[in-house]
């Protein structure tokens, strides 16, 4: 069978299995078992694929059909331009968040000395992405779950950061001191009642204790920005992905705490993504 060939049969499963993204799960998972990059399996139509890799990649589509997101299939998710490997404790990084680094990197200065925090790091991809992004900056990166942070940990090394990265196991922020110029965080911020609605991808892939934020989805932001105004020194930023319609209450909490310059940033569908604010 041609490469061409290849995708288009699987393609066509993803769309008959009615997936979400049937042409870009079938490019991912074809290339991954190639062990070629997308813009090469584009340009290999016409080859012919070993029978070893052709098994693979119909074990992979299998797999997808039956509701793996590509991202556990393959073991690692792309996030700003990097991959990053995932593991049972992690969550997989999404595109929304991409505009919490953005903000992030909006306001800094890239050749200051910044010490920065990452609450719930999960894969390290929030983290990563900023020491990546920064040249001058240390993160400490805060994860309840040892196997969430050794995969952070991981990530750093593979991304040529590991020396500026500080993984700690702790309960949000509990175990810091003063000192911070950034508390940065993606927490859980679904409402327990509603997790049973999202879908079968997440629910059966995703660690729910990424997800969980409490009956009202705002458990861990109490935590956040409560032991924030504590280790942010005067003038430190906070940033903290929220859901679409947590943007006022999180104003609410922040006033409450003493932050000024409180800001809601809205991702590129228009929906309130990211809530910022400044220590006084």
């Known amino acids: 069978m041609k490469t061409g060939a290849l995708y288009r049969q699987i393609r066509d499963q993803f769309r008959g299995g009615k997936l979400e993204t049937p042409e870009l799960d079938a490019k991912l998972l074809v290339s991954a078992a190639l062990r070629i990059s997308v813009s090469e399996l584009l340009l290999s139509e016409s080859e012919e694929v070993p029978d070893a890799a052709a098994g693979i990649a119909l074990e992979y589509a299998t797999q997808r059909l039956n509701g793996k997101p590509?991202?556990?299939?393959?073991?690692?998710?792309?996030?700003?331009g990097r991959t990053f490997?995932?593991?049972?404790?992690?969550?997989?990084?999404?595109?929304?968040?991409?505009?919490?680094?953005?903000?992030?990197?909006?306001?800094?200065?890239?050749?200051?000395?910044l010490t920065m925090c990452d609450i719930g790091t999960g894969t390290g991809a929030i983290a990563v992405t900023l020491l990546a992004e920064l040249q001058e900056a240390i993160m400490v990166a805060v994860d309840i779950s040892e196997a969430a942070l050794g995969c952070a940990a991981s990530n750093a090394d593979n991304h040529g950061v590991g020396d500026r990265f500080l993984p700690i196991r702790g309960d949000y922020a509990a175990a810091l001191q003063h000192g911070f110029d950034w508390v940065i965080s993606n927490p859980p911020y679904i409402r327990t009642p509603v997790l049973s609605e999202l879908s079968k991808d997440v629910l059966q892939h995703d660690p729910i204790?990424?997800?969980d934020?409490?009956?009202?989805?705002?458990?861990?932001?109490?935590?956040?920005?409560?032991?924030?105004?504590?280790?942010?020194?005067?003038?430190?930023?906070i940033a903290l992905e929220i859901g679409y319609d947590q943007g006022e209450?999180?104003?609410n909490q922040l006033r409450h705490h003493g932050f000024e310059a409180i800001d809601i940033i809205q991702?590129?569908?228009?929906?309130d993504r990211v809530a910022t604010a400044r220590r006084v």
């Not at 590509?70 to 700003?80: A, D, M, N, P, T």
Request: hydrophobic share 35%.
């Open 70 to 80: 590509v991202g556990r299939i393959l073991g690692e998710r792309e996030f700003y």
């Open 85 to 113: 490997r995932l593991n049972h404790a992690t969550l997989e990084p999404r595109p929304d968040t991409e505009t919490l680094i953005e903000t992030v990197l909006k306001d800094c200065d890239p050749v200051r000395p």
């Open 209 to 211: 204790l990424a997800l």
């Open 213 to 237: 934020g409490g009956a009202d989805g705002l458990q861990a932001y109490r935590q956040i920005v409560s032991q924030a105004a504590s280790i942010l020194v005067p003038g430190g930023r």
């Open 249 to 251: 209450e999180l104003k």
């Open 267 to 271: 991702d590129l569908g228009g929906r």
